[in-house]
């Protein structure tokens, strides 16, 4: 049997795969145990310097499997143990991770799609706030994410309905980066980290922790935070070999290192 996770590595930087298709990738526990121990390994490996997340099968992910789940229960223990460690891995891992949604992204799928920091998406792709058919509020970042990206109406809208929203849509609203062909979206999702592996990947860490303080911080706040950022941006071989390639008309060769 196949792992919930599958793990491609590859030159610079690894595919997470949900794998659990027969279930349209639903959460269970031990595949959050798997793609978290697999987040933690791809952090902690200075060769992996991008991430792709991607789904197996006919959908990127549908939430938790409600079989799991049944009945009355401790919700926001589950929320606790497994969904906002996941979404915090996310924002906080020190590298870009893109995801690759394909088919239906619903409840917490749809909101750990919004977590990662560049999302591709097929034109049949749907994004579902499930969370309202079956009495249950949005979860994993949702009603942190929805109103900051596509704005209070819509995010209360999607919340409230829980209208499947097409790709499209999505990405003409600012929710999501890009829409591809069905056909195209893994060969651009995998150019596009691959691509990512090449570039500074301690200034893009950097940059992911500014934007990620920036929902929070007062302007003045920002600015002190983006003079401390830049301080130790310029302190890299990166920015040294950014500048040499810069005055010398060639393509710079990035390290990802810090020192």
């Known amino acids: 049997m196949e792992p919930s996770v599958l793990v491609d590595r590859r030159d610079g930087w690894v595919r997470l795969v949900l794998n659990r298709p027969d279930r349209l990738n639903s959460f269970n526990e031990e595949m959050h145990r798997r793609l978290a121990a697999a987040l933690d390994e791809a952090g902690a490996d200075d060769a992996c310097r991008a991430v792709l997340l991607s789904g197996a099968g006919r959908g990127f992910c549908a939430g938790q499997d409600l079989s799991d789940r049944v009945g009355p229960a401790d919700l926001g223990a589950t929320i606790d143990a497994f969904y906002n460690p996941l979404v915090r891995r996310l924002r906080a891992l020190r590298k870009p991770v893109v995801c690759a949604v394909n088919g239906v992204a619903a409840g917490a799928g749809a909101n750990i799609a919004l977590a990662c920091d560049i999302v591709l998406a097929a034109r049949s792709a749907k994004f579902i706030q499930a969370f309202a058919k079956i009495g249950l509020v949005p979860d994993s970042g949702g009603t942190f994410f929805l109103p900051r990206l596509i704005g209070d109406a819509r995010a209360r809208a999607l919340a409230m309905l ?13 929710l999501i980066w890009k829409v591809v062909d069905d056909a195209a979206l893994a060969a651009e999702a995998e150019t596009l980290t691959a691509h990512l592996a090449t570039q500074p990947t301690v200034g893009l860490a950097l940059a992911k922790e500014a934007l990620n303080a920036s929902a929070d911080n007062d302007l ?11 301080r130790k941006a310029g302190a890299t071989p990166d920015y040294a070999e950014g500048v040499r390639a810069f005055l010398e008309k060639r393509a710079p060769k990035f390290s990802g290192r810090s020192s």
């Open 162 to 174: 829980a209208e499947p929203l097409p790709a499209e849509r999505a990405e003409a609203w600012g």
């Open 220 to 230: 003045d706040a920002q600015l002190d935070l983006e003079r401390d950022l830049q």
